[in-house]
């Protein structure tokens, strides 16, 4: 059974930065798809950064181009999003999101199949 379970999010001054973990459990083909999404209150969810596991590929949302690096520890089975330089705007629940099985059109606009519980990135001004 896939399971993912997020952590390292928190609240910080604008400038700063955080870095989330997702924990993956479960089966996952050495060629898999990974993201992080964010919902902000009131707003769609938004994807935030995908990743293909095999390839190192990688997709940004252009509001955190240069400012977010997503990541994926395969010999510890979690993915991260490095998150510098922090703005309000970032101010959202983050979740990771996982097709463990594919990643053929891995990016923002895939159907991911598997979801965290998400957890609160709060920035202040």
């Known amino acids: 059974r896939v399971q993912l379970v997020e952590s390292g999010g928190g609240s910080v001054q604008a400038g700063g930065s955080l870095r989330l973990s997702c924990a993956t459990s479960?089966?996952?083909?050495?060629?898999?798809?990974m993201a992080w999404f964010r919902q902000a209150p009131e707003k769609q969810r938004e994807g935030v950064a995908s990743i293909v596991s095999d390839t190192l590929s990688t997709q940004y949302a252009d509001s955190v181009k240069g400012r977010f690096t997503i990541s994926e520890e395969r010999g510890k089975n979690t993915l991260y999003l490095q998150m510098n330089n922090l703005r309000p705007e970032d101010t959202a629940i983050y979740y990771c999101?996982?097709?463990?099985?594919?990643?053929?059109?891995?990016?923002?606009?895939?159907?991911?199949?598997?979801w965290g519980q998400g957890t609160q990135v709060t920035v202040s001004s």
């Open positions: 479960g089966r996952f083909y050495p060629a898999h798809c």
């Open positions: 999101a996982a097709n463990p099985y594919w990643s053929d059109l891995c990016g923002l606009r895939a159907d991911f199949g598997y």
